[in-house]
């Protein structure tokens, strides 16, 4: 079975300080990881993914992501927040090894940027 | 407009009523997916799709039909409604299903069962 944890419900940052939304993973293989990012009464929007290769990702808005197989860990991180930046973000786990198999969907954590 | 859409986007029903919500996509993606969206859960999948009259259960299907009789749409009935199943509702799609694709979002559905 694949799972993920996002360890914290809510992270407050003040704008142009960096920040990090955590995230580790459990897969019996190899995996495909995903960051979403939801504003509010709005769908997911696609941040960035890790197949392979780089272990450090570079998506959309500024946002990356560091992947550590040794740590499970897949945490996003942003040198500079900015307020625009205040949304639900969510880390997703799919296990390559397995065929297609869905998208495990962490609960979320909601990033408050303060001016 | 190209894209994936949802209808309606704000629905209130009451127990016991049939409840169908609508999913378009005009991407032509093969795969398409139902979630729900609810505090503390964060979204988990109900059903999924790999094609047209393809479909298969996901974490959380009971008191849940889907069908998919076109590539682009698939819509997801609550057959008899009940209060748990008040929620945010998101269809997604994605393609090629390589397993390193990202799925795209609609914008969501909003059920209220009274």
């Known amino acids: 079975a694949q799972s993920v944890a996002q360890p914290e419900d809510q992270v407050n940052v003040a704008e142009g300080n960096p920040l990090t939304v955590k995230c580790t993973y459990s897969?019996?293989?190899?995996?495909?990881l995903f960051w979403y990012v939801q504003y509010p009464n709005r769908g997911l929007q696609f941040l960035l993914k890790y197949i392979t290769g780089d272990n450090l990702v570079k998506g959309s808005y500024g946002f990356e992501a560091e992947f550590n197989k040794s740590q499970t860990s897949f945490h996003l991180k942003k040198p500079s927040a900015l307020v625009s930046d205040s949304a639900l973000y969510f880390c997703a786990v799919r296990d390559m090894n397995s065929g297609y198999s869905t998208l495990t969907f962490g609960k979320g954590t909601m990033l408050l940027v303060s001016p | 407009d190209a894209g994936i859409t949802q209808s309606p986007r704000y629905k209130i029903t009451e127990t016991g009523r049939q409840v169908t919500l609508m999913c378009h996509q005009t991407w032509s993606h093969s795969y398409m997916f139902w979630y729900r969206q609810d505090l503390g859960h964060g979204l988990r999948l109900i059903y999924y799709?790999?094609?047209?009259?393809?479909?298969d259960k996901g974490e959380v299907p009971d008191g849940y039909v889907v069908s998919r009789s076109k590539t682009e749409n698939f819509p997801l009935t609550l057959e008899s409604a009940t209060r748990s199943q008040t929620s945010v509702y998101f269809c997604?799609?994605?393609?090629?299903?390589?397993?390193?694709?990202?799925?795209?979002f609609g914008p969501g559905t909003r059920l209220t069962v009274l």
């Open positions: 897969v019996s293989g190899n995996p495909y």
């Open positions: 799709s790999a094609a047209a009259d393809i479909t």
């Open positions: 997604a799609s994605s393609d090629p299903p390589g397993g390193s694709d990202e799925q795209f």
